[in-house]
């Protein structure tokens, strides 16, 4: 795998913004990635040294469509942690 197929997206929301205050990134990633792949991905696309790696399965929520009922699609979760020292600048706006 590499690496650009295994970090999908960054999560935008008010909570990832508040794990940003305390170092800490999240991004959606591909179900197949290791925590090991996780921390590799962002060793090398941003240039900095993780320290923790944490996944969790995003699981589908229901929802109804006129008449029929289903769920959307689970997704994996990672939330990277860096030192203190230590942050990515495409997140910062510089």
């Given at each position: 795998m590499q690496y650009?197929?295994?970090?999908?997206?960054?999560?935008?929301?008010?909570?990832?913004?508040?794990?940003?205050e305390e170092g800490k990134y999240?991004?959606?990633?591909n179900p197949k990635a290791t925590?090991?792949?996780?921390?590799e991905a962002v060793k090398k696309l941003f240039n900095v040294n993780p320290v923790s790696c944490?996944?969790?399965?995003?699981?589908?929520?229901?929802?109804?469509l006129r008449y029929r009922?289903?769920?959307?699609?689970?997704?994996k979760k990672a939330i990277v942690r860096l030192s203190k020292d230590e942050k990515i600048a495409i997140f910062d706006g510089v």
């Open positions: 650009e197929d295994i970090l999908l997206e960054p999560v935008l929301s008010e909570k990832a913004n508040k794990l940003r999240v991004f959606r990633v925590k090991i792949q996780i921390k944490t996944t969790m399965v995003v699981g589908g929520k229901p929802k109804r009922s289903g769920y959307t699609s689970s997704w």
